[in-house]
């Protein structure tokens, strides 16, 4: 699941600001992008995601900036600078104060220097509450999603239950056809047989029944629903039962024998597929 947090804040004249981004993915794969002067943190970082976040690819990015702080200053780097002049006098012809303006614009002309200092206490354990905080937004941020979320998959699993109920009205149609064809398949070879051919009706009557079928499709939709209402953390689970539902909607579709039947079943199939999609989505 998708999600996005950010805090910002000041202290003792240092300016911060958090940014976590997450995607989906099955696993927990925290990522932490600090400055140096923050490394130490990494671990408590990461305890803190962990602590909150149960599955995606997750981003943590923070930056700390001081304006009074008058410890960086840059310094030329004579040889690199020569060497750049020494160069281009080769290949042209320009005074050297023009190919100096040139080489100072070169990389590795001017090296920045700055000054390692080390945070107080008090600014790191600002950093780690903003980081809290990020994650508080990232995690409503995930809630809101999350109920938009579960109505999309509510509505697909009571599209495939009404379908299902529709199967009902075709099942007569159905046994009459395969009647009315073993009835012509006989009398066309002349070996029609009263109690033979209600042999044949039974026995292929039963070999389409999908009674069972259809009881089997409808607990699974309704334990679908009961997880999706009462359960946390249950992204597996209703992809295992979305995998079942899927059998019984496939074995109706080779018992179906009937076109208006194998529609249904096709707009059934159509309906979990767009279940197994928004599931990946969910923790």
């Known amino acids: 699941m998708t999600g996005y947090g950010k805090a910002d804040g000041t202290i003792s004249q240092y300016t911060l600001s958090v940014e976590i981004k997450t995607l989906n993915s099955k696993f927990l ?4 992008k ?9 671990l408590e970082i990461r305890k803190r995601v962990t602590e909150k976040l149960k599955r995606g690819k997750v981003e943590v990015s923070v930056s700390i900036s001081n304006e009074n702080e008058m410890g960086n200053w840059c310094r030329i780097e004579r040889d690199a600078i020569e060497n750049y002049i020494s160069q281009m006098k080769e290949v042209c012809k320009i005074e050297e104060k023009e190919l100096f303006k040139i080489a100072m614009k070169l990389p590795k002309s001017v090296r920045k220097i700055q000054e390692k200092k080390e945070l107080t206490s008090e600014v790191l354990l600002f950093t780690i509450e903003k980081v809290s905080d ?11 999603e ?3 979320l579960e109505t999309e998959l509510r509505l697909r699993i009571e599209n495939i239950s009404e379908l299902s109920n ?3 009205q075709y099942e007569n149609e159905r046994v009459n056809s395969v009647r009315e064809k073993l ?16 042999q044949e009706v039974l026995y292929y009557i039963e070999k389409m029944d999908i009674t069972e079928e259809k009881v089997r499709l409808q607990n699974h939709l309704n334990y679908f629903l009961e997880t999706l209402e009462r359960e946390e953390s249950m992204g597996k689970k209703l992809g295992f039962i979305a995998q079942e539902i899927g059998r ?19 707009e ?11 599931g990946l989505n969910v923790l």
């Open 248 to 266: 019984e909607i496939n074995t109706l579709g080779a018992k179906s024998y009937h076109s208006d039947l194998q529609r249904i079943v096709v």
């Open 134 to 144: 990020a994650i508080d937004t990232v995690t409503s941020s995930r809630k809101k």
């Open 146 to 148: 999350g109920k938009a």
């Open 34 to 42: 600090l400055p140096d002067a923050l490394k130490p943190l990494d």
């Open 29 to 32: 794969d925290v990522f932490c």
């Open 268 to 278: 059934m199939k159509n309906e979990l597929e767009k279940v197994k999609e928004q």
């Open 183 to 198: 009835e012509n398949l006989l009398t066309k070879n002349g070996a029609l047989d009263g109690n033979k051919f209600e």
């Open 166 to 168: 529709k199967v009902s």
